[in-house]
Each structure stands twice: as structure tokens, then as C-alpha cells.
């Protein structure tokens, strides 16, 4: 991970054609703050982190611990790095990459910024962030800046991140998937917000949000953030 400050991404720069093949994988997940840090930490004791949403609240010793933390960063140009859970040892925000792609980007393989849970009884921190900037986009991957699930009931995990697809030339995302779900505790009854998934074809002006949980249902007043 990062640690404790915000000090280094991935950041590519492709003068032409870039190709992730099948089983390919350009991995920065638990690269992000550790726990314990970045601006969207848990607020208490086994609080997720948070990022392109707000984190879920956890129910422990009778519903009076793990605040989550709250969300921050752009949707359109993100670029910062997922926070960790409240508790030292217990997760890792994802890490952060940029690609800039004259050309093609074919992505068949993956792009990947989750957040990593360090046991399965502890909260998880954020997603991290994907942001792409491609002529045009091709290919059946996957960019995903999810956060990792909780294996332990009523501790959820931590908010989504946020990915942004920016073409300069094509107006079609071909087949490619984008995930930045929030983590949920062991059944489901716990969970953290979505991050966000801002995708902008050449033709457009403003683009396209998409916020999508994968069904989950988050505590009241938990909320992605769209700034």
C-alpha cells in the first residue's frame, strides 16, 4: 500500500495501441492507503473506508461501533487513492491508475483497484480509482475499483471507488465491463455505497453516470457522492 500519505500511482502513457489480453491484469488493488489512513478512513473502532461513496455503518456490541468513512475525490478525473478501515491491520484502500491511450485500448484482460480486507472479521477499506482516457475502447474485460467484501456478519466493507472513461474519437464501450460496487458484511445486511462510473464518448458532451450496487442496500444517509 501507500501507507500513510498519498505518494505514488500508476500512471501510463501510450503513444499508439495498447492490448490487455485475456488474463492480463493491470493490478493495483490494496495499493491505496493502509488502515488507519486517507480521507475517507473509518470514523470509529472497525469502521470501512470510504471513497466514491460514503462507507457503511457496522453493528457491533450492540450497534455502537464502526462508523464508516466518507466519500471524497472527483467522479470525472479520478486519480486519488482509496482509504483504509479504521484499525491498523485491518484494510487497505485500492491503489490508483491512469492510462492514456492515443490509440486503441483493447481491454480483454482487466484493469483492477479493489480495496483488500487483511481477515475475514475485519471491515475493508475503499476502492480505489481507474481513470482511461483512449481514442476508443474495444474488447469483453473488466475494470472493476470495487470494494472487498467483510467475511464476518454485520462488519461491511468499504465504499466503492470511482472509474472514468474519457474517448477522444469513439462513442462505443464495446463489451467492456466496469464494477466499483461497495463491500457487504457476510449475509448481505450490511453494506457500503457504490462508487461512481463516469463514461464519456467522443460525441457527448457531458457523458454518462452510473451508479449501480449490484443490489445492495446501503444504511440511511449513506450516499455516493457526484461531484
Not at 455503518?57 to 470525472?76: E, R, T, V
Not at 484502500?93 to 492515443?102: K, Q
Amino acid at each position: 500500500s501507500n501507507g500513510t500519505s498519498e505518494t505514488s500511482n500508476l500512471n501510463i502513457t501510450v503513444g499508439g495501441n495498447l492490448t490487455i489480453l485475456a488474463g492480463g491484469n493491470i493490478n493495483v488493488s490494496g495499493k491505496g492507503y493502509s488502515s488507519g489512513y486517507g480521507p475517507g478512513v473509518g470514523t470509529t473502532p472497525y469502521g470501512a473506508g470510504g471513497y466514491g461513496g460514503f462507507a457503511g455503518d457496522n453493528c457491533l456490541s450492540g450497534c455502537g461501533w464502526g462508523s464508516g468513512g466518507p466519500s471524497y475525490g472527483s467522479m470525472k478525473e479520478p486519480t486519488r487513492l482509496g482509504s483504509g478501515s479504521y484499525s491498523s491491520g485491518t484494510g487497505y484502500g485500492g491503489g490508483a491508475v491512469i492510462i492514456n491511450v492515443t490509440g486503441i485500448a483493447n481491454i480483454t484482460g482487466n484493469i483492477t483497484a479493489r480495496s483488500i480486507t487483511l481477515g475475514s472479521q475485519y471491515a475493508s477499506g475503499s476502492g480505489g480509482s481507474i481513470y482511461l482516457i483512449a481514442g476508443s475502447l474495444v474488447g469483453i474485460g473488466t475494470l472493476d475499483a470495487s470494494a472487498s467484501n467483510s467475511g464476518y456478519d454485520n462488519m461491511a466493507g468499504g465504499s466503492g471507488g470511482r472509474i472514468a472513461v474519457h474517448l477522444t474519437s469513439g462513442n462505443s464501450f464495446d463489451s467492456v465491463k466496469f464494477t466499483a460496487y461497495g463491500g457487504r458484511d457476510s449475509d448481505g445486511s450490511h453494506a457500503s455505497s457504490a462508487g461512481t462510473i463516469w463514461l464519456k464518448r467522443a460525441s457527448e458532451t457531458y457523458g454518462e453516470l452510473i451508479v449501480d450496487n449490484n443490489n445492495l442496500t446501503v444504511n440511511a444517509n449513506k450516499t455516493t457522492m457526484m461531484t
